[in-house]
């Protein structure tokens, strides 16, 4: 089981934990999760996903030990969007902590809660990620007091009974603690301003940007799916919620990029030329 992030309240007067500390309690454990995201979550046909799968049933290719039973060839089996997910670690929180290692097949009563209660812990998770990263930006100290604050009370909502998880306002507080991401991301990219960079939500799908300076862009929510992103520079770019969809990052610069994530690089095509922060793994099928 990977070592939790401890909170504030559990050590009054602590440091907030490093952000490679915290970071590494938010990779994904499959050996530690009962194969939550192939049970509790909903696909359908498409260029993703070879089978229709309703939530709360069981993938064909789980196995009896969690496992999966195509792994090494999920892409070539028609499960290309497997290998894009990435629940940051909230199914072994699930798995370990909030249900204390009781699994939905030995304990079918623990199976709807369980399911349900994933897809919360996962967004939290997901912030966690974004409010440490934020943290590691020297610029954005400013608001760092309150990204510490922020980064306690979603600790401790993760911490939460499997019914009060359930009954959790994800959006109200996701609405919340996104305020604070915005104000570090403008902090962050100050020095960047007057540029004709704010992109965000931009549609640049398919779009030709091959080795274009993109230092300091605002790209949150842009649609890059398909883009020709080779040889671009995105360092000090805010990337959240940019949809990198068979984006073509090829020998671009992501070194210093922030909100970025291992689904986004997922999703994408890269290889051994394209610089990657190091927080993020270089995908196998690159």
């Not at 020297?138 to 909502?157: I, M, N």
């Not at 919340?176 to 540029?195: M, T, Y």
């Not at 080795?211 to 000090?236: C, F, K, Y």
């Not at 990337?239 to 994530?261: M, N, P, V, Y």
Request: hydrophobic residues 40%.
């Amino acid at each position: 089981m990977s070592e939790e992030p401890r909170t504030l309240s559990e050590n009054p007067g602590a440091a907030v934990p490093s952000p490679g500390a915290t970071r590494l309690a938010l990779v994904s454990d499959c050996g530690n999760c009962f194969g939550l995201c192939c049970v509790a979550l909903a696909y359908s046909a498409s260029a993703d996903f070879a089978i229709n799968k309703p939530a709360g049933k069981p993938c064909p290719n789980l196995q009896q030990d969690f496992r999966c039973g195509i792994h090494r060839d999920l892409r070539q089996s028609g499960f290309r969007g497997c290998t894009v997910y990435d629940c940051f670690g909230a199914g072994q929180k699930v798995s370990q902590q909030t249900f204390e290692g009781r699994d939905w097949r030995a304990e079918p009563g623990t199976a709807a809660p369980m399911f349900e209660v994933f897809p919360v812990m996962r967004q939290l998770h997901e912030l966690l990620w974004y409010v440490t990263e934020a943290l590691a930006l020297p610029k954005a100290r400013p608001v760092h007091a309150d990204l510490r604050a922020a980064l306690e009370e979603t600790e401790a909502f993760t911490d939460l009974a499997p019914e009060a998880l359930r009954d959790l306002d994800v959006a109200a507080h996701r609405g919340k603690v996104n305020q604070l991401l915005l104000k570090a991301s403008e902090l962050a990219r100050a020095d960047f301003k007057g540029k004709k960079k704010d992109r965000r939500g931009a549609d640049l799908m398919g779009a030709q940007l091959k080795g274009v300076d993109l230092r300091g862009a605002n790209l949150r929510g842009a649609l890059l799916i398909a883009a020709d992103l080779r040889g671009a520079d995105l360092r000090g770019a805010d990337l959240i919620g940019a949809d990198f969809r068979d984006a073509r990052l090829s020998g671009a610069d992501l070194t210093e990029a922030f909100f970025l994530t291992q689904a986004q690089l997922n999703a994408a095509k890269g290889d051994a030329t394209t610089k990657i922060p190091p927080s993020l793994t270089r995908p196998a099928h690159w």
